[in-house]
């Protein structure tokens, strides 16, 4: 069975360019994360999907930063306009959802570095 | 915001000896999860234990969970060389949504 899959592997862009990193989950997957990740950090959620629906984005700098899960199956996350800061390494993750008690999967990351 | 605190930041040891691992945690619990990250796996899920639990096994690893105090521990017996990687645990809450949240890590290194 194929994991979450995440594009790119890795990004460099100058400051103030938009950049978007996208992510397959695992079939199945209801539930579906997005977390951002400092170097020597813990992961740190940015934004919670049921399906098709952000349920919890209160992380998320909205001025920007946007994301979309259509048809409540892969998701893109934006930056526009990237600043320096958001160097760091952004994961998807997904689980079947509907329970706490179940695990959540991790793609591979893409490592954004903004110059 | 973080959660859960790993204890210590870096371990390092000698291949065959145990590692342990603390995770202190500030809410209520639903369950509460260890996780690998190596740059070679991205982070990988190791164990879940429920807040009902005590101690759970899986190969070479064991968790023991104290609600009381809030803290969990992650033991792995007869280190490898492969098992050198960062180890978090991620807490979710006993109300509101289901979100894994992170603490910082233990960075284990295991010398050959």
């Known amino acids: 069975e194929a994991g979450v899959v995440q594009s790119p592997r890795y990004k460099i862009i100058e400051k103030k360019q938009p950049v978007a990193f996208w992510c397959n989950p695992i079939?199945?997957?209801?539930?579906l994360y997005w977390y951002l990740q400092n170097l020597g950090q813990g992961p740190e959620l940015l934004i919670r999907y049921e399906n098709e629906e952000a349920v919890d984005d209160s992380q998320l700098p909205k001025d920007r930063f946007s994301a979309e899960r259509l048809k409540g199956v892969d998701s893109t996350l934006k930056i526009q306009p990237a600043e320096l800061g958001d160097s760091a390494v952004y994961l998807c993750a997904s689980s079947l959802g509907g329970d706490r008690a179940t695990e959540a999967f991790f793609g591979q990351g893409t490592r954004l570095t903004v110059v | 915001s973080q959660q859960g605190e790993e204890d210590p930041q870096a371990l390092s040891i000698q291949e065959g000896e145990n590692a342990t691992m603390n995770c202190s945690y500030k809410t209520s619990i639903n369950n509460l999860q260890w996780y690998r990250q190596n740059s070679g796996r991205g982070l990988v899920h190791l164990i879940l234990?429920?807040?009902?639990?005590r101690e759970k096994h899986s190969g070479r690893l064991r968790v023991t969970l104290d609600t009381s105090k809030k803290s969990s521990s992650l033991l792995i017996t007869a280190s490898r060389a492969a098992d050198t990687a960062s180890y978090f645990c991620?807490?979710?809450?006993?109300?509101?949504?289901?979100?894994?949240?992170f603490g910082r890590g233990t960075s284990l290194i295991v010398h050959p």
């Open positions: 079939s199945g997957h209801n539930t």
């Open positions: 991620a807490t979710v809450s006993s109300g509101g949504s289901y979100i894994p949240t």
């Open positions: 234990i429920r807040s009902n639990e």
